[in-house]
């Protein structure tokens, strides 16, 4: 019978071949994980699938961008040209309006105080002139009885200094007479001045229309100063607008008059309007360091859809060209991962210069091109190996 000591003997040789068979077990089942985490995250990096679009002829419509705002195609400020306060206001907002309707008042009463004045001055300054004229007639009258008498007496009688006198005293009265004419002209000319005030202190419109604001109420006081009042903004024919356009200086040698206008506005965002260019302005606009010009779009709105202020999102149509070679403008953004730094490199090389890449046995080659006009979506090819039909690559297709 076995003794003690080799019985645990054995044991301790079975316990160690079991622990080698469980960790070979074990390395080989790390193995075959890991080379399924290879296989999964490496072994297809290599395998790309690219998304594709052919190089065709296409008719290529090129647009200019420009927001802008709408503003009534005439617009009327109405102020006031005498100081007063503001008795009473005859129109509102919206309000439609017929040439020389009254619109509003002036508080009358120191305008009418001065017209009454000025007439009263008139009305004594007339007597004086008649006054004046009595005298001078007088006086005419006087200095030639004195003369005829001086002059029959061979100058013995009166004296040579009564005569002096009287001719003296004509030269006065005649001298008062003028005073007295000038003091009308001047009285009259202030009543006409002061009537014209009188006139002026109620507000008319001075043209068909309606109110786009009013900017008074009754008991304010305005003053005609340096610079006149404005109580009313008004427009002629809002079925009439038009749009001014702020154009980029990079884009403005392309917008020339007649051009047609596609816009949107915030109210209306689904619904597109339409307009044409009426007038290119040659003045330029600096904002903020950018430089931009003005262009007039004429627009009609007999639907009333539209409002003044309303601000616009435009799209000029600068040309449509025909059965031109175009690649798509994703093609131009393309760039593989293995390809960037070298496609970067060239671009600055070569800045009129444009790439897109083809698939050459599976790889990605790039091609150069000379681009043209882009309508957005599209950009002509105006110098290039490229060719109607063949394949650009324009993205990659994720696995």
């Given at each position: 019978m076995p003794s003690t000591e080799a019985i645990q003997k054995t044991l301790s040789q079975g316990s160690k071949k079991s622990s080698k068979k469980y960790i070979w077990i074990a390395v080989f089942l790390l193995l075959l994980l890991g080379?399924?985490?290879?296989?999964?995250?490496?072994?297809?990096?290599?395998?790309?699938?690219?998304?594709?679009?052919?190089?065709?002829?296409?008719?290529?419509?090129?647009?200019?961008?420009?927001?802008?705002?709408?503003?009534?195609?005439?617009s009327v400020d109405v102020g006031i040209e005498v100081?007063?306060?503001?008795?009473?206001?005859?129109?509102?907002?919206?309000?439609?309006?017929?040439?020389?309707?009254?619109?509003?008042?002036?508080?009358?009463?120191?305008?009418?105080?001065?017209v009454a004045s000025s007439?009263?001055?008139?009305?004594?300054?007339?007597?004086?002139?008649?006054?004046?004229?009595?005298?001078?007639?007088?006086?005419?009258?006087?200095?030639?009885?004195?003369?005829?008498?001086?002059?029959?007496?061979?100058?013995?009688?009166?004296?040579?200094?009564?005569?002096?006198?009287?001719?003296?005293?004509?030269?006065?009265?005649?001298?008062?007479?003028d005073a007295a004419v000038a003091q009308i002209k001047q009285a009259s000319a202030e009543l006409a001045a002061n009537e014209d005030n009188l006139h002026k202190a109620i507000v008319v419109s001075p043209i068909n229309g309606i109110v786009l604001e009013r900017k008074v109420e009754p008991g304010q006081t305005v003053a005609a100063?340096?610079?006149?009042?404005?109580?009313?903004?008004?427009?002629?024919?809002?079925?009439?607008?038009?749009?001014?356009?702020?154009?980029?200086?990079?884009?403005?040698?392309?917008?020339?008059?007649?051009?047609?206008?596609?816009f949107t506005v915030d109210a209306y965002a689904d619904k597109k309007f339409s307009g044409t260019i009426t007038q290119v302005r040659l003045n330029s606009e600096i904002i903020n360091g950018v430089v931009t010009y003005d262009a007039v779009v004429e627009v009609d709105n007999s639907n009333l859809l539209l409002r003044p202020g309303?601000?616009?999102?435009?799209?000029?149509t600068t040309g449509v060209l025909q059965n031109v070679l175009c690649v798509p403008n994703?093609?131009?953004?393309?760039?593989?991962?293995?390809?960037?730094?070298?496609?970067?490199?060239?671009?600055?090389?070569?800045?009129?210069?444009?790439?897109?890449?083809?698939?050459?046995?599976?790889?990605?080659?790039?091609?150069?091109?000379?681009?043209?006009?882009?309508?957005?979506?599209?950009t002509v090819v105006s110098e290039s190996t490229l060719k109607v039909g063949d394949s650009v690559i324009i993205g990659i297709n994720k696995p």
């Open positions: 080379g399924g985490i290879y296989y999964k995250f490496y072994s297809k990096k290599d395998i790309v699938s690219y998304q594709s679009a052919l190089v065709e002829l296409k008719n290529l419509t090129t647009t200019v961008s420009a927001t802008g705002n709408l503003e009534p195609t005439n100081s007063g306060t503001i008795r009473e206001v005859l129109v509102d907002f919206n309000s439609r309006v017929k040439v020389g309707q009254i619109m509003a008042k002036l508080d009358t009463t120191r305008l009418g105080s001065s007439k009263a001055a008139l009305t004594r300054y007339k007597a004086n002139v008649a006054e004046a004229k009595a005298s001078l007639i007088y006086a005419q009258s006087e200095w030639e009885r004195v003369d005829k008498m001086y002059t029959s007496t061979g100058g013995n009688y009166p004296s040579k200094k009564e005569l002096d006198e009287a001719l003296s005293l004509m030269d006065r009265a005649k001298a008062l007479h100063t340096m610079q006149t009042p404005i109580l009313f903004k008004m427009a002629e024919d809002l079925t009439k607008m038009r749009v001014i356009l702020s154009v980029d200086e990079a884009d403005i040698g392309e917008v020339q008059e007649g051009q047609k206008v596609q309303m601000t616009v999102s435009a799209s000029i994703a093609a131009l953004r393309f760039t593989p991962q293995d390809g960037k730094k070298q496609s970067e490199k060239k671009v600055k090389e070569s800045a009129q210069t444009s790439y897109v890449w083809i698939l050459q046995e599976n790889k990605p080659l790039k091609v150069a091109l000379k681009g043209g006009k882009s309508d957005g979506a599209f």
